[in-house]
């Protein structure tokens, strides 16, 4: 097999995938080095794909100002190359892509470029399009690559989508994945069933990108039927903005959480857990404020361990919220064991 058909196989199982931050200095510009440590911490941390040029990394690298898309995307795929050459492990390589049709198809194109494997779509900021625009738009970056489709949140300029609209998306043939992020249950519910009664239901892989409901959503088997038949689906892995920190303990948990496929009882201390990694996420991605703060929030804890030189994003407005620092505060005082800032301490001098 090619390295692509591994890496869609690994996708196809299911694995932890952080969606990369964006390394920059204190004047605001891109710090090379910098990246390169932060993708050595989550390729070392044990992640089977990384997500580069998506919301966590900052929609305004595509600014022609500012210009860091195709650069951010060649960066981060040499040194997953590296990576891989020194140890042998395939990583799943996904770009971001966005925008209107004929932009995701520019992006897609560069993707195929620099070597990756998938394309997350994001349906955002395209509040003129219709369901059908959406679908075509799909269909025509498939062409490209194969396509990891996105129901994104309406608080970061996502929108609702119907059963029919996941039920069309799920029968395109190069979808080979989606990522379930409307951080709403009925809708999340809506997606899954659709997968699960779509003819390609074994040729699509579910990722949560949930963040308020990691932990259950990787746990829970979903079952449908339909005409007397059973049909179940369950998320295999996660494509998150939250696993950007901490990444060693989410690898660890995913494993743990894997052995719950089968049918075992699931132990009342995994969904105490759950609970707390919602409440450390609500810190992290500043639900307090409606979300204003979560990149910052994100660059917040990688500064404490060292991972990253400073908080500051693209966007002069954009920092930690008022009260914000405090809650990153408590979540790590009441929540030790979730944390790998031991982990980061042993190897970091080995990334520099």
């Known amino acids: 097999m090619s390295s692509r058909q591994v890496a869609l196989q690994i996708l196809k199982e299911g694995t932890v995938i952080p969606a990369l931050p964006l390394a920059l200095d204190e004047n605001r510009q891109f710090d090379p080095a910098q990246q390169r440590i932060l993708l050595w911490y989550y390729l070392n941390a044990g992640v089977g794909g990384i997500a580069v040029a998506v919301h966590t990394t900052q929609f305004a690298i595509r600014d022609p100002k500012i210009g860091l898309f195709a650069p951010l995307l060649e960066l981060a795929s040499e040194e997953i190359s590296r990576f891989e050459a020194e140890t042998g492990k395939i990583i799943v390589k996904i770009a971001g892509v966005c925008g209107k049709t004929e932009q995701a198809v520019q992006e897609a194109e560069i993707a195929v470029k620099y070597g990756y494997d998938a394309v997350l ?18 269909r025509k970056v498939a062409d490209i690559l194969p396509v990891i489709g996105f129901y994104l949140q309406p608080s970061v300029g996502g929108r609702a989508f119907s059963f029919d609209y996941w039920s069309r998306i799920c029968e395109i043939p190069n979808v080979v994945a989606i990522k379930s992020a409307p951080f709403n249950r009925y809708q999340t519910l809506e997606l899954v069933r659709a997968a699960a009664l779509s003819s390609r239901r074994d040729e699509i892989a579910l990722y949560t990108g949930n963040d308020d409901n990691i932990v259950v959503d990787l746990l829970t088997e979903y079952a449908f039927v339909q005409n007397g038949q059973t049909y179940r689906k369950r998320f295999v892995g996660g494509l998150l903005g939250h696993w950007a920190v901490w990444t060693r303990k989410a690898v660890t948990l995913f494993e743990e959480l894997k052995q719950y496929r089968n049918g075992e009882q699931i132990p009342a201390e995994l969904l105490t857990r759950a609970a707390q ?37 693209l966007d002069p407005e954009e920092g930690l919220s008022p009260g914000q620092m405090e809650e990153i505060d408590r979540v790590y005082r009441m929540y030790p064991h979730l944390n790998d800032d031991d982990f980061v301490r042993e190897n970091l001098p080995s990334w520099m």
């Open 121 to 138: 779509l994001s349906p955002g900021g395209l509040a003129e399009y219709t369901e059908d625009d959406f679908v075509e738009r799909t």
């Open 277 to 313: 990694v919602t409440d450390s996420n609500s810190a992290f991605f500043d639900t307090a404020n409606g979300f204003a703060g979560c990149i910052a929030g994100i660059h917040e804890v990688l500064r404490r361990q060292g991972l990253m030189r400073g908080i500051w994003c």
